[in-house]
């Protein structure tokens, strides 16, 4: 029987949908019913598992699953010896220290002989021991943020985005110790070449698929005295397209840009004359 790649995604949480999502951008077919837990793609080589995000790791590891979705701060903290196959960019989140709003914090060091509530108990273990703080853990799994007002915790550490919930339970962050975003995750042989060429096939397609994301292509009108200023703005991926206009002394300019520069190039573009600037997602890149 062809062999298949098992992938194993969180069945429901923070990273459940846009997991499934970026592998739906792949031209991977799937999902037949939320509650069917694991399931075969119907055009790929892909088998997924719907499980707990915390069971992912060691299911790689046993060979239960090649391949996993989690946060990075879950495999950190579990530190199983697997791969990071590429990093995903969603899920962004920091864990943090967070005290009452009442007491005073100096750094690290006002940790010491606190009783600190967390999921992490490692990762935080691990940069306390390199500040040489001591401190003991209240290890709990879930609404950390409860443990410092029913008076089991003098403090916490844990996964902060918008720093709602840190607010709205009376802690105040005061200090980020580790950053975190949704990883792909692997073992570091796949066991069989051909699970390995299914894994190569699929990287490249989420690699395509990340790299579209992360950049616009943009199209605009410039006065063309500008083509040399706006080149050494927008590189493209060789160099930017420029055709003529029918209107003498102006062209067409069609580039990529990355998201994370896209305001800046747009306002150097505007202060160069450019005009009708028409900026439109990319679905799939290579390069
Ligand atoms: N507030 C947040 N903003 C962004 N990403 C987050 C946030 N909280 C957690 N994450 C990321 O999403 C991952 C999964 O979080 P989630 O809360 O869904 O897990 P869980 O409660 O452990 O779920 P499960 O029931 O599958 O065990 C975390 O490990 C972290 O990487
Ligand atoms: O800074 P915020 O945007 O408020 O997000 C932080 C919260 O998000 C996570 O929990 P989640 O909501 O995923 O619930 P969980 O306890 O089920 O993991 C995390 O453990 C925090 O409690
Ligand atoms: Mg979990």
Known sequence: MAQVLRIAIQKSGR?????????????????SDERVLKE????????????????IPAYIRDGVADIGIVGRNEYDEQAIDLQVLTDLGFAKCRLSIAVPQDMHYTGLISLEGKRIATSYPNILGGILKEQGVKASFVQVSGSVEVTPAVGIADAICDLVSTGATLAMNGLKEVQAIYTSTAVMIGRKQMGSSEKEAILQRLMLRIDAVMRAASFKYVIFNLPEEHLDQVARIVGGMKSPTVTRLMEAGWVSVQTV?????????????????????????????TE
Do not use: H
């Open 15 to 31: 990273l459940s949908e846009k997991s499934l999502e970026i592998i739906k951008k792949c031209g991977i077919k799937f999902g």
């Open 40 to 55: 075969q793609a119907s055009n790929f080589p892909l088998e997924f598992l719907y499980v707990r995000d915390d069971d």
């Open 257 to 285: 840009v990355a998201e994370d520069t896209f305001w800046d190039v747009f306002e150097q573009l505007k202060a160069l004359g450019a005009q009708g600037i028409l900026v439109t997602p990319i679905e799939k890149m």
